[in-house]
């Protein structure tokens, strides 16, 4: 229904548009006792789904990626839908407006993203009482910068977020990665990359309970640059690794390039990144020595899309574009394919 009926409707409007009126229509069934008909496309209850990553338990290895929900406004409802946890964010420490309109673009020929929001937030502090009425999520904080902090001041802002966020998520993602934010040259320096990290380490250690810290990637990076993600993550004993995030590459696009020329600069996510996605974990994976774990996430539309990510050496997955193209219901056929693949 959702492929056939719902998303034809949704796709004649502007996506950024569609976002915002999709949560308001979830937040509102919910509200008016009918969420279930949404959870019975996607809930799936089984005790064999339970992963246990980084000293949590994780309901079910599917997980919706950052970006979604960023001021943890439905994580709630999203996670009564079926999602094993939820990464809320990126956050800032201060509320910014991102990149100026239109920002966020439909590729429907290669059923992907161009997003260039450019970490539109309301604020970490905004988030706070909403996060208060957690109803038992497993959720994940992923912190980012201010666009007009200087490079200087970079670690204060992670840190005040990190601080902010302490008591109210189960885990810490490091947004490094993103390309629609301005002068974040520094934050590709491996030795600065090691600084922030160490920094956000101690200021970890000072807390009764310590929540683990893993940091977010690029699909783009060459071998090279994923050796040098290995020696970091030993080097500074992080807990672990998203891979990836959205790409600046265009390579292999169905859309045409003068429509591709109009939308201009942007992170692409989707089915366009799938196997770029699944190299980066299958290497950091096999040339780690599956030595930390790695959440998969970039064009996942399919059940067999996450299962070559799990195979390829992730631990847990997650959705974003794949969600919005196939619906609810991808993480049931996921959850069912991976239940299906344990027997």
């Known amino acids: 229904m959702y492929k056939s009926l719902i998303r034809p409707l949704l796709f004649q409007f502007d996506p950024e548009k569609v976002h915002y009126f999709t949560f308001a229509w979830i937040r509102r069934l919910y509200k008016w006792g009918l969420g279930g008909l949404i959870s019975r496309w996607g809930k799936l209850d089984d005790s064999r789904l339970e992963r ?12 919706l990626a950052a970006g979604f929900d960023k001021d943890a406004k ?3 409802e999203l996670s009564a839908i079926g999602f094993g946890f939820i990464e809320i964010g990126t956050l800032t420490p201060k509320g910014q407006k991102g990149n100026p309109k239109k920002r966020l673009f439909r590729l429907t020929q290669d059923e992907g993203l161009i997003n260039r929001m450019g970490f539109n937030n309301l604020g970490v502090a905004d988030a706070i009482p909403r996060l208060k009425k957690n109803k038992g999520v497993l959720l994940g904080g992923n912190i980012g910068k201010n ?3 200087a490079p200087e001041h970079y670690t204060e802002d992670y840190l005040t977020c990190f601080h902010a966020l302490h008591e109210y998520v189960d885990y810490f993602v490091l947004n490094v990665s993103c390309p629609n ?5 520094k934050l590709n320096d491996k030795d600065y990359l ?3 990290i160490q920094a956000v380490q101690k200021a970890n250690q000072s807390y009764a309970v310590q929540r683990p810290i893993v940091l977010k990637i690029a699909p783009d990076l060459n071998n090279n640059q994923l050796d040098e993600i290995i020696d970091l993550v030993q080097q500074t ?5 998203i891979a990836s995030n959205t790409s600046t590459s265009r390579e292999g696009l169905q859309t045409p390039q ?9 992170g692409l996510s989707g089915k366009p990144i799938t196997d770029r996605s699944t190299r980066v974990i299958r290497y950091l994976s096999e040339n780690s020595q599956k030595s930390f774990p790695i959440i998969g996430v970039g064009g996942i539309h399919t059940a067999q899309d996450a299962l070559d990510k799990l195979n390829a050496g992730a631990t847990l997955v997650q959705l974003y574009t794949g969600f919005i193209y196939e619906g609810p219901g991808l993480i049931k056929d996921i959850n069912k394919a991976i239940l299906k693949q344990q027997s």
């Open 258 to 266: 003068v429509r591709l020329e109009e939308i201009g600069n942007g």
């Open 52 to 63: 246990e990553v980084f000293g949590l338990t994780f309901k079910n290895p599917v997980g």
């Open 147 to 149: 666009t007009d902090t």
């Open 181 to 185: 934010v301005s002068s974040h040259a």
């Open 194 to 196: 090691v600084e922030l």
């Open 74 to 76: 439905l994580y709630n």
């Open 237 to 241: 004993k992080l807990d672990g690794v």
